[in-house]
């Protein structure tokens, strides 16, 4: 998954980038298991599982690909405390440009040492 995930650690002028195939590739369970869920009322529960996954990849997108990177410009300051740290995380993941020594953790969740000091605090 490197190989992918790899171009979105990399300085380039392109919108598109490798990393962006995850959108794709996860689009298709999403699609099967809503059209199944709909098309058969015994497999029902499937199309909640498939609305699931395309909630958590617009959730995603939002986050990372607006608030976090601006690959969409918006105007956005983080206000919450939650926000805040999660963005910090995300740049701590983002300053290892290889897989080697990186840090990981969930896109919607980041450990309290990421926590933003405010300058009122100090």
Known sequence: MWRWHRS???V???FFERNDLFAVVFSIPSIVLIALGVANE???ILK???FGIMAYGIFYSIFHDVIVHRR???RYKAKSPYMKRIINAHYHHH?????EGG???GFLYAPKKYEVKSAKAE
Do not use: D
């Open 8 to 10: 979105h650690h990399t």
């Open 12 to 14: 380039h002028g392109r």
């Open 42 to 44: 015994s497999l029902g």
């Open 48 to 50: 909640y599982f498939g």
């Open 72 to 74: 969409i410009k918006i």
């Open 95 to 99: 300053r290892k440009h290889t897989k």
């Open 103 to 105: 840090e990981a953790f």
